[in-house]
């Protein structure tokens, strides 16, 4: 049973939205852009990684929402291969922050039930973050709710770069025919393998771009756009989110149910 009342109280507008959800219309999968974290430290006069630490605060209460509502994957972007170009202290603290937060919460994962998978190059980030990771990994195997994936050192190009390689290394050794690969083999053979295509991509702070997010898995991803910026983003922004995609009508290609003919 979804858990309404701790995400949304009743007699709230976002209760309301949620309430008009149909159970067949929430998403299997979730990404984020969690964007705007500099932005929003900037308009406070503070420096950008303030931003960044009050951007916890937005992915613990989201990850929370998501295991409430019962939506099965959630996967959050929060450090591409293209971060690095960031200042060093930038990036010195983010990677804090990341630890920080491997620490705290992993507790916090065990008893929502939250099933932790990293995506990414991983093998490229500092030590301690990689036990760090696996640790959470470990913790949290045995959970059967949310399926949370956290993409750090991720972009979609790295990811199909090395999915490239692998395949020219499998095929030279005889183990890859060409036969073999299709659309499904390559979808089992990403990072995400085992989850269905994200449903809907939220992308936060006003930004129209993807950013080298996913870029295989949202060939048919409904896109959601708010200018709320990620520190602020809260259960009730994912509400929102969640309403509007389940008022879309999606088609893949196809025509609208109604327009079938017999
Ligand atoms: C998102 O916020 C956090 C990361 C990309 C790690 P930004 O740091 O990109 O914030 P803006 O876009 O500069 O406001
Ligand atoms: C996208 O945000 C990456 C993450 C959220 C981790 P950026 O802030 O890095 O993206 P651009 O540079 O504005 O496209
Ligand atoms: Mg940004």
Do not use: C
């Amino acid at each position: 049973m979804r858990d309404v009342d701790r995400v949304a109280p009743p007699g709230t507008e976002e209760r309301q939205l949620l309430d008009g959800i149909p159970p067949d219309r929430f998403p299997r999968h979730v990404a984020v852009i969690m964007d705007g974290n500099g932005r929003w430290a900037k308009r406070r006069g503070l420096p950008r990684v303030e931003g960044h630490r009050a951007g916890i605060e937005a992915v613990r209460s989201t990850v929370e929402a998501a295991a409430r509502l019962e939506i099965p994957v959630l996967t959050l972007y929060a450090f591409s291969t293209e971060n690095w170009r960031r200042p060093r202290w930038e990036v010195l603290t983010l990677m804090g922050l990341l630890k920080e937060y491997l620490h705290k919460e992993l507790d916090s994962l065990v008893e929502h039930n939250i099933r932790f998978r990293p995506l990414g190059r991983l093998h490229e980030l500092e030590g301690e973050i990689q036990q760090g990771l696996a640790r959470a990994v470990e913790a949290t195997a045995g959970n059967t709710g949310l399926l949370f994936q956290i993409a750090l050192n991720y972009s979609g190009r790295a990811e199909l770069t090395d999915l490239v390689r692998e395949a020219v290394r499998l095929a030279r050794t005889g183990q890859l025919h060409e036969e073999t690969v299709d659309e499904a083999w390559i979808s089992d053979h990403l990072s995400t393998a085992g989850t269905p295509d994200p449903d809907l991509l939220i992308r936060t702070s006003g930004e129209l771009r993807v950013s080298n997010f996913l870029l295989w898995q949202i060939a048919y991803t409904e896109l959601y756009m708010t200018p709320v910026l990620w520190p602020d983003f809260r259960a009730r922004d994912l509400i929102r989110a969640l309403a509007d995609y389940a008022s879309r009508q999606r088609r893949f290609g196809g025509v609208p149910e109604e327009a079938e003919e017999g």
